[in-house]
């Protein structure tokens, strides 16, 4: 008996928005860092890298399968990426597909890859091998989505009437900026989707837990800076008077 299973990249991986990890954790992923000198007065400051910038793949920095492709002695592919200074395509937008066997099809964008300027499709574009295959087993037959680039190979689709368009981002007149189809004019909106991460569907919708910071605290001062050492600090706050007369130092 031969099993069919389809892998969603939505399921299989994590996009970075609806991963909702910090940046300085994905920085810290992606700086790749041999050697630097201690964070002291007489160190000269310096850093050794053993890769200056990061591989971008299907997987994300925060996976094993990331460091591995970007290990110190992998010889990785160079890629010619012009970066889109404003991505326009979320998790969650009807595209069609202008390229490949799949041409002129709709489907919803269920994976980005910025860096890569990459989406893939739910569905369409599907690439397929088997899986745990042998002479006493058929093995599993995977459907795995591959990715599609930014804008040779989908173009996003105008709700008015369904058909691909170019956008502009523009202000509307409340200053939000918005996504305009420049052939009807038409506000795209961006979908709900795309506000979704692992720890909420919508940011109204969640619910605050023991560890969060809730507004109230953010609003009370844990530290007031003062021109004032330690010592004089405890001094005050025990009412300790000093009136002895501290001898002239001088430094060099």
Known sequence: MRLTVRLLASYSKLPKRFSNFPERYVKKQTEFIEWRTPRLINYNPRTVRWRKRAYYDMSRPWTDEFQQLNAPNVDIPTIF??????????????????????????????????????????????KFEYQSRDDNYYGALLSIEQPLLVPRDVAL???????????????????????????????IPIPGLAEETRDYKTPT?????????????????????????????????????DDRVPYPMFWY
């Open 81 to 126: 990426v012009e970066p889109i200074k404003k991505f326009y395509i979320f998790r969650g937008d009807r595209v069609e597909i202008l390229v490949g066997k799949d041409k002129g099809k709709h489907g919803i964008v269920n994976y980005v890859v910025n860096e890569r300027n990459w989406v893939c499709v739910e569905g369409l574009n599907l």
């Open 157 to 187: 689709v105008d709700p008015s009437d369904h058909k691909p368009t170019k956008i502009e981002w523009r202000f509307d007149e409340e200053g939000n900026e918005v996504r305009v189809s420049t052939r009807t004019g038409r506000i």
């Open 205 to 241: 919708t969640y619910l605050e837990q023991d560890k969060d910071t809730r507004p109230d605290q953010l609003k009370k001062t844990t530290f007031v800076p003062k021109v004032k050492t330690f010592e004089m600090d405890i001094m005050d706050d025990m009412a300790i008077e």
